[in-house]
């Protein structure tokens, strides 16, 4: 099984080659390409590759499936005998990747 673990908006990600990562929300529309070049691993069977902090001739290249939105998460805040209630929500906005290739030079 061939892997990478790669860095997206300050976050990262295990990529499986033929699988789909959801990550924050990239500004490319469905359907495009999109080249993951901040690779910090790369496991192929027994051999395993580790950059310091990333691998200068790595690459992971995904295709953008679709722009979907995460669970709701509702936010309360409550002070008692006072008679403050705030009731708000959020929904992060993420992207899903379909991981095509992993390239290692």
Known sequence: MKYAIVESGGKQYKAVEGSAIEVDLLPVEVGQ???????LLVVDGDEIA???????????NAKVEDHIKGEKIVVFRYSPK???RRKTGHRQQYTRLHVETIEVE
């Open 33 to 39: 390409p999109v080249t993951l070049d901040k690779v």
């Open 50 to 60: 580790i950059g310091a902090p990333t691998l200068a001739k790595a690459k992971v």
């Open 82 to 84: 006072k008679r403050i």
